[in-house]
T-cell receptor, first 114, second 120 residues
């Protein structure tokens, strides 16, 4: 068990560019969550997968955002036509369905849009 | 929607002393889970302690304990014998519990965090 990993750890991009982040959950975890954290705030829910199915998307997730989890393994979060307001830390978490379902977080990807 | 409030943006404590971080939440549900997570500077968030709402006994994990007051919707974290390594941002989080496993009840609702400084 190597924990949740995220790549890249940091990303700087220019406004209008597309970016993609990757999350590798703990191997046996079937649930995967994406959160966004801005400075001085707690993480805010973006979207959630159970296996390969995306079960909910937050209102924060505009149509410029898309997430996938092919084959129920790793997940990607893509932001198209980035805006300065997208600058944030993007956190991924995974959990095993049942009981506590404690979410284990990755280190995050910090995005800066210039 | 559930809301979580952490009214202390910053707290400080002397090494070896005890500090209590407060958290309140708003919900109409009777079954749920509560968590405290710790986020050290530039490091990932890790679970500190968790509590099930239907359990009256307060959870304890080594130097960390909670005071769970369900009627008051309060969930404070007490850190005893504070250590320099306890310095971090602490987040209180709420998660719904339900019987529908296909639902989205798994999401966490976070407070805005309390920045804890530990003085030597």
């Amino acid at each position: 068990d190597t924990g949740v990993s995220q790549n890249p750890r940091h990303k700087i991009t220019k406004r209008g560019q597309n970016v993609t982040f990757r999350c590798d959950p703990i191997s046996e975890h079937n649930r995967l969550y994406w959160y966004r954290q801005t400075l001085g705030q707690g993480p805010e829910f973006l979207t959630y997968f159970q296996n390969e199915a995306q079960l909910e998307k937050s209102r924060l997730l505009s149509d410029r955002f898309s997430a996938e989890r092919p084959k129920g393994s790793f997940s990607t979060l893509e932001i198209q036509r980035t805006e300065q307001g997208d600058s944030a830390m993007y956190l991924c978490a995974s959990s095993l369905e049942g009981g506590w379902e404690t979410q284990y977080f990755g280190p995050g990807t910090r995005l800066l849009v210039l | 929607a559930q809301t979580v409030t952490q009214s202390q943006p910053e707290m400080s404590v002397q090494e070896a002393e005890t500090v209590t971080l407060s958290c309140t939440y708003d919900t109409s549900e009777s079954d749920y889970y509560l968590f405290w997570y710790k986020q050290p500077p530039s490091r990932q968030m890790i679970l500190v302690i968790r509590q099930e709402a239907y359990k009256q006994q307060n959870a304890t994990e080594n130097r960390f304990s909670v005071n769970f007051q369900k009627a008051a919707k309060s969930f404070s974290l007490k850190i005893s014998d504070s250590q320099l390594g306890d310095a971090a941002m602490y987040f209180c989080a709420y998660r719904s519990e339900g019987s529908d496993r296909g639902s989205t009840l798994g999401r966490l609702y976070f407070g805005r965090g309390t920045q804890l400084t530990v003085w030597p």
